[in-house]
């Protein structure tokens, strides 16, 4: 009588163990946010004429976060107002979108710091739901042609730059600051250190957004394969998030770096697999494409087949 009654507690303990378990997985499921799906405006005027269009496409889309450029002489301010209210009555956010290659260089530091400038003003005139929540950089020194030939001096200034981004917005401000860099930037090497320029990225900005630009999630090459030690360094860093990056538009670099061809429904196929393969990740935060009109573009060319 005794062993079988200490046999059912044992049981008992076990069941409720289980059941414990599941109900912590639940709940770290449910408390974890949902995954990113953002695009990149380039064309701000578009928000002038073509708000309603935009925040529609979005919704069918799933579109949750847009990074949309700052043109201070060719968008008023009325205009962002306008457009971002109705993002957000759609729960879309915004982040405001800036960048160039020259930027690097500590010579260009004002371009930086009028872009915070005006975020900034702006901000303290709009309502709450009219506000920006973030800056978004996208500076790619890269493609300077310097970059070949002292690539050391325009790193060394390029993360001057960044340390500059970072500490300016964040003063008196909430203010999410994220940057677009190269799936290959795990290769680089801060200046005189064995740091590479991708954890140096991760421990100072809140997101990065890596633009891997292939049209295949799994296998050599693929998507998965040219993110997952940037991810799995974002996991120990526990500060960045990662945003994977991929390509619609057209391209010349070659047949595999965008879903212009395979058009979006392949293009989502193969997010749906780069979600499943980093789901365990959890600085991963989800994926962006790139860019908002070249995805309007295939969308509506495949409406007319």
Do not use: C
């Not at 100072?204 to 940037?230: P, Q």
Request: negative net charge.
């Amino acid at each position: 009588m005794r062993v079988v009654k200490r046999y059912s507690w044992l049981w008992i303990g076990l069941l409720l163990l289980i059941t414990a378990s599941i109900s912590m997985l639940l709940l770290n499921a449910n408390n974890r946010p949902s995954l990113t799906t953002a695009t990149w405006i380039w064309n701000a005027k578009l928000i002038s004429s073509q708000t309603e269009e935009i925040v529609a496409f979005a919704r069918d889309n799933q579109i949750n976060l847009i990074y949309l450029h700052i043109e201070p002489t060719g968008v008023s301010p009325q205009a962002y107002r306008a457009f971002i209210k109705q993002a957000r009555d759609a729960n879309i956010k915004v982040e405001a979108l800036g960048g160039d290659p020259n930027w690097a260089y500590t010579a260009n530091r004002q371009s930086i710091s009028d872009l915070i400038s005006w975020v900034k003003a702006y901000n303290q005139t709009a309502k709450a739901e009219e506000r920006f929540s973030g800056i978004h950089v996208d500076i790619e020194p890269y493609l300077l042609p310097e970059w070949k030939k002292d690539q050391a001096k325009i790193v060394n200034q390029w993360l001057k730059n960044v340390d500059y981004l970072i500490a300016e917005t964040k003063k008196d401000t909430k203010l999410q600051v994220s940057a677009d860099l190269p799936f290959w930037i795990d290769t680089v090497n801060v200046p005189d250190d064995t740091e590479k320029v991708s954890n140096w990225m991760l421990q100072r900005l809140d997101s990065i957004t890596l633009m891997a630009y292939r049209n295949h999630a799994k296998g050599h090459n693929g998507i998965v394969d040219i993110v997952e030690k940037t991810v799995a360094a974002a996991n120990s860093e526990n500060k960045a998030t990662v945003i994977v990056g991929v390509n619609i538009l057209e391209s010349s670099e070659g047949s595999n770096v965008s879903f212009h061809e395979e058009g979006t429904h392949e293009m989502k196929q193969q997010l749906v697999i780069l979600q499943e393969e980093l789901a365990g990740n959890p600085a991963f935060a989800g994926s962006a494409i790139h860019d908002y009109e070249s995805w309007k573009h295939a969308t509506q060319r495949e409406e007319q087949l």
